[in-house]
């Protein structure tokens, strides 16, 4: 199983980056993909979540109304549509899969040991 992040880079203070995640291996045993970031000297937070069975969606309290998660029609690939961005949004964002049930209601994985498999992580720098 490989997870590959990419479309980092540097931006300005209110501009948008789209991130991707390509998965493969056994996609089958996923219930879902998710998107978690770690800045220098931080702790890895949760960003956003998506299902592969319902779509359904969850976002941390810091990226909710900016941040987008989306999925490609393949069950390999997630999309991450970062508008409005700010210096504190930087961080190496790390993709992962998740074998969670979770289906709309209440309960979402969003502690990092939710999650088994991760990306090799991408770098968004936001400048002010």
């Known amino acids: 199983v490989q997870l590959q992040a990419s479309g980092g880079g540097l931006v300005q203070a209110g501009g948008s980056l789209r991130l991707s995640c390509a998965a493969s291996g056994r996609t089958f045993s996923w219930s879902g993909m998710g998107w978690f970031r770690q800045a220098a000297g931080k702790e890895r937070e949760f960003v956003a979540v998506?299902?592969?069975?319902?779509?359904?969606?969850y976002y941390g309290d810091s990226v909710k109304g900016r941040f987008t998660i989306s999925r490609g029609n393949a069950k390999n690939t997630v999309y991450l549509q970062m508008n409005g961005l700010k210096p504190e949004d930087t961080a190496v964002y790390y993709c992962a899969t998740t074998v969670k049930g979770f289906y709309g209601g209440s309960y979402y994985p969003h502690a990092h040991h939710e999650y088994n498999y991760w990306g090799q992580g991408t770098l968004v720098t936001v400048s002010s």
């Open positions: 998506i299902s592969w069975s319902s779509g359904s969606t």
